[in-house]
């Protein structure tokens, strides 16, 4: 939220707005994280143009599950990434190693627990916002 000239972290906590810190960021910050999301959002776009092999539910929402395998000699590296259907973020990434066929745990793995967008307009606010 803006407060004077600065913005301020406010976040959810139990149907109200609370403010988290002290911490006071100025509008420049405030775009150029935007972008940064909003770049994401369109890589993540970009890049899973692919069809998506299956659909999952990750942290309450609908996602589209993408699956790609890296081989060379005889090394493969697979990855599963669920991407939200309507925001096109990656809420969730699994990995998994072979090695000449041995099963090894892959690193890198994430899952989102939560991600609310309940108060967000993100068509509006992400993805056609041009100004920022």
């Excluded at 793995?109 to 100004?131: A, G, M, V, W, Y």
Aim: proline share 2%; charged share 30%; net charge negative.
């Amino acid at each position: 939220m803006l407060e004077g000239q600065n913005y301020v972290l406010y976040q959810p906590e139990q149907g109200k707005f609370v403010r988290r810190g002290n911490d006071k960021y100025q509008l420049e910050y405030v775009k150029e994280a935007t972008n940064g999301f909003k770049e994401y959002v369109e890589k993540s776009r970009l890049t899973l143009e692919n069809t998506p092999t299956g659909q999952a539910s990750v942290a309450g929402r609908t996602c589209d599950i993408y699956s790609i395998s890296i081989k060379f000699a005889n090394f493969e590296q697979r990855y599963q990434y669920a991407v939200d259907q309507e925001t096109f973020a990656c809420l969730e990434v699994k990995s998994e190693e072979s090695i000449s066929g041995f099963e090894k745990s892959g690193s890198g793995s994430f899952t989102c627990i939560r991600f609310d967008i309940d108060q967000i307009d993100l068509q509006k606010e992400l993805l056609d916002n041009k100004s920022l």
